[in-house]
């Protein structure tokens, strides 16, 4: 017979391992999943939770999903979960709801006025698509591009082979986020996105682009402005082990499991906030 706690959703404990979400993490994430919508029938073997877990130590650890602890569930049905809400999108809708409560949360508008846009590359296993070489980092492997707001929380993610110009990719990504970023009007980015693209997104988005450039004026090492919040949002991210390399074998893979990693990590500033 099934236990109480299993049949009502609930994982049989608490925490079994340092990735699992606490109880207050999973009470910020629970309502924004999609409820079962037929009633009666056998109810589900695994709650979300277990599921949602069983994502976050892969991606934690950096283990196969075939490797996971037999804690959890089957890791066909873990993988099986993570490819149908990636497909539905669900991911990039808890980001963004996420997103605002954080922001509300600190006192700022639920949208931001600025963000800074960067890249990040990275080798990739063996078997990988979507591969370049990056001349500057002398890389090859895949290109991670993300964009921030003053706190440092993504609100959009684009993973290319590392051979995509970084100015190419974001002429891309900031068409795409037109709507979901109303208020916006500066954005700050280092020398890799100068050239046309900052008149391309003043004259169609209305949008002020300005590099900032290096100090090279004193030989000892300046942080530059702005631009260092993008390169701490970088190191959040670098905990995760699976996203210490390109493992997927394609970018559509690589692009959820970054904003999985950034879910968790406002999960745990909201549920410590409470």
Request: charged share 30%.
């Amino acid at each position: 017979m099934m236990p109480p706690e299993l049949a009502a959703g609930e994982p049989m404990c608490e925490r079994r391992y340092p990735s699992d979400l606490s109880r207050g993490e999973w009470a910020v994430i629970q309502p924004m999943f999609p409820r079962r919508k037929r009633r009666g029938g056998r109810p589900p073997l695994h709650s979300k939770r277990d599921i949602v877990n069983g994502i976050l130590y892969s991606l934690r650890t950096g283990c196969q999903w075939y490797a996971l602890p037999k804690d959890y569930p089957p890791y066909k049905t873990v993988y099986d979960w993570f490819l149908k809400w990636t497909k539905s999108g669900l991911w990039g809708r808890i980001l963004q709801r996420l997103n605002e409560r954080v922001r509300v949360g600190a006192g700022r508008e639920p949208a931001p006025s600025a963000v800074i846009i960067d890249s990040q590359s990275v080798k990739t296993a063996e078997a990988s698509n979507d591969v370049g070489f990056d001349g500057g980092k002398k890389i090859k492997g895949r290109r991670r591009h993300i964009v921030v707001d003053v706190l440092g929380l993504v609100f959009a993610v684009s993973v290319t082979a590392a051979s995509v110009q970084e100015r190419e990719e974001a002429e891309r990504i900031f068409e795409a986020m037109e709507d979901d970023v109303p208020r916006l009007e500066k954005i700050w980015a280092d020398s890799g996105y100068s050239g046309p693209l900052g008149d391309y997104l003043l004259s169609t988005l209305g949008w002020d682009l300005e590099i900032i450039t290096p100090v090279r004026a004193e030989p000892r090492f300046h942080v530059r402005p702005w631009c260092w919040l993008v390169e701490r949002t970088f190191g959040w991210l670098n905990k995760y082990r699976r996203l210490s390399k390109g493992y997927e074998r394609g970018t559509a893979a690589s692009e959820p499991l970054l904003r999985v990693a950034m879910n968790r990590n406002m999960a745990c500033r909201l549920a410590r906030a409470a």
